[in-house]
C-alpha cells in the first residue's frame, strides 16, 4: 500500500485532496496532511510518501525551498506542486527542485487522477486498479492482464495513462533504458502487433467509446487521444470501424 501526503496551509484544500479521488482503490493505505513546513520536516521520516502534493506556497515558505529540504536530508518522494499562480517562474522552480508536474488550483480530478496514475505505473512500478471483470482483458489485444510479460503489461499500462500525449516506442523504451528496436521486437512477439499498431488501435478504442457514451464534439474527442490532424483521425477510424464518427454517434 502507498502512503500519500498533502501539504497546504488551508484546510479545506486539504479536505478537498483528500475527498476527491478514491485513493484507497489506487492503492494508498495512508494519507497524512500538513498545514506547515515545520510539520512536513517534523513527520516526513515516519510518513515516508510514495507521492507527496505540495502546496507551492505554504504560509511564508516555498514549496520547492521545502523539497529541497528534504532532499538535502535523503528523504525522496514523487512531488506535484499545486498552485493557485499560473506563473512559468513557478513552474520552473518546481521543476527545477524535482517535481513531477504542476497543477493549477482548484484541481481538476481529471487531471490528478492522470497525474497520480502515471507515477504509480512509471515510478512506483505498480498496476492500475481494474473498475470491472470486462477492464481485465485488454480491449485491443483482447488479452487478459494476467497473463502478459510484466514488462508488457507495464506497457500497456503506460499507453492507458498516457495515450493523448506524445507517447512512442522510444519514449518507452528510454525509460526503460532499452533499445527501442529491441523493444518492439519484444512487443511484436508477444502481442502479435507493432507498438504503434497497438496505440493507435486503442487511441480509436477510447475515441469510440467516448462518441458513444457522450454527446462532447467529435474534434476534442480526437485531440484528446492524440489526433491533432482530424484527416488523419478520420482516415483512421473509417478504416478501423468502417464507418464515420458521426454515423456510429448516429446509430447509438
Request: hydrophobic share 40%; proline share 3%; aromatic share 10%.
Amino acid at each position: 500500500m502507498y502512503t500519500l501526503v498533502i501539504v497546504d496551509d488551508e484546510p479545506n484544500i486539504l479536505e478537498g485532496i483528500k475527498r476527491l479521488l478514491d485513493w484507497k482503490s489506487l492503492g494508498f493505505g495512508r494519507i497524512e496532511t500538513a498545514r506547515s513546513s515545520m510539520e512536513v520536516m517534523s513527520h516526513i521520516l515516519d510518513w515516508r510518501p510514495d507521492i507527496c502534493l505540495m502546496d507551492v506556497c505554504i504560509g511564508n515558505d516555498k514549496g520547492y525551498e521545502v523539497i529541497n529540504c528534504l532532499n538535502n536530508l535523503g528523504v525522496h518522494s514523487n512531488y506535484v506542486m499545486m498552485s493557485g499562480y499560473d506563473e512559468f517562474s513557478y513552474a520552473c522552480e518546481a521543476i527545477r527542485c524535482g517535481a513531477l508536474d504542476y497543477l493549477l488550483k482548484p484541481v481538476e480530478k481529471k487531471k490528478l487522477l492522470e497525474v497520480v496514475k502515471k507515477i504509480i505505473v512509471e515510478r512506483l512500478h505498480g498496476t492500475l486498479p481494474e473498475e470491472d471483470e470486462k477492464k481485465n482483458c485488454d480491449p485491443v489485444l483482447n488479452m487478459d492482464y494476467g497473463a502478459m510479460s510484466p514488462l508488457i503489461h507495464k506497457i500497456v499500462m503506460m499507453v492507458r495513462v498516457e495515450y493523448g500525449g506524445r507517447i512512442s516506442l522510444k519514449s518507452i523504451a528510454d525509460k526503460f533504458k532499452m533499445n527501442s528496436t529491441y523493444l518492439g521486437q519484444i512487443f511484436i512477439k508477444e502481442t502479435g502487433m507493432k507498438f504503434s499498431e497497438y496505440l493507435m488501435c486503442y487511441r480509436l478504442y477510447v475515441a469510440k467509446e467516448r462518441i458513444l457514451n457522450s454527446d462532447e464534439k467529435i474534434a476534442v474527442i480526437a485531440a484528446d487521444v492524440g489526433y491533432s490532424n482530424m484527416n488523419y483521425f478520420y482516415q483512421h477510424f473509417h478504416s478501423y470501424y468502417n464507418t464515420t464518427p458521426s454515423d456510429m454517434r448516429a446509430k447509438r
